[in-house]
């Protein structure tokens, strides 16, 4: 049964450092990896998709890697705003069902 | 943002009432989900589909049941609600294999 885990689970960290956020899988038979953020009390924004076949993905200060032997995937955050300030959830794809890690949730202060 | 609208977005109800939970997709996605989202828990797949009137079962689907009759409608059904069931319930579309699209969410408490 594939397991997914996050961490750290909480984050706290001044405005403009860079993060590295972690994602762990136990199956390796992935089709892709998919980040989201979710703000307090609203839905999940996809961030990033990685395919199985892909090794990192970016989108603007975002950058996520997959090494598929290991069941890794860390993001990447390059100079981090208050905006930032979210959980971000990892979910490996088996089969055409996600599974979720249970997030890390990240504050970044001024 | 993907064409995704959950309906209604909060209720309360009464244990033993039926719910149903209404998922509405603009977008023509094959593939429909729900979830559930519970602290300590993460969000965990309820039911699936893959197509009209084809659906599966999920990681938690005790307590549930699905239909979906149009490509655009995704319904999902807590026949007897029991307090266990108070959730965020989250409803989501893709095509295969690809990135999932995630509704707004609709907050359920069952007292």
């Known amino acids: 049964k594939q397991e997914v885990t996050q961490i750290p689970a909480a984050l706290s960290v001044p405005e403009g450092e860079n993060l590295v956020l972690n994602c762990s899988f136990t199956d390796s038979a992935i089709y892709n990896l998919q980040w989201f953020r979710q703000d307090p009390g609203k839905g999940l924004t996809s961030l990033l998709l990685i395919q199985s076949s892909q090794r990192e993905q970016t989108s603007g200060r975002l950058n996520a890697s997959l090494d598929k032997s290991s069941g890794r995937s860390t993001l990447y955050i390059a100079a981090s705003q208050p905006g930032d300030s979210a959980t971000y959830l990892c979910?490996?794809?088996?089969?055409?069902?996600?599974?979720f890690g249970t997030g890390t949730r990240l504050q970044v202060f001024p | 943002d993907a064409g995704i609208t959950q309906s209604p977005r909060h209720k309360v109800t009464e244990t033993g009432t039926p719910v149903t939970l209404r998922c509405h997709q603009t977008?023509?996605?094959?593939?429909m989900y729900w979830y559930r989202q519970d602290p300590g828990h993460g969000l965990r797949l309820i039911h699936y589909?893959?197509?009209?009137?084809?659906?599966d079962k999920g990681e938690v689907s005790d307590g549930y049941s699905v239909s979906r009759s149009k490509t655009e409608d995704f319904l999902l059904t807590l026949e007897s609600a029991t307090s266990s069931q108070t959730s965020v319930y989250f409803c989501?579309?893709?095509?295969?294999?690809?990135?999932?699209?995630f509704g707004p969410g609709t907050r359920l408490t069952v007292l």
């Open positions: 989501a579309i893709s095509e295969s294999s690809t990135e999932q699209f």
């Open positions: 589909s893959y197509g009209v009137k084809d659906t």
């Open positions: 977008e023509n996605h094959r593939y």
């Open positions: 979910a490996v794809d088996n089969t055409d069902k996600l599974i």
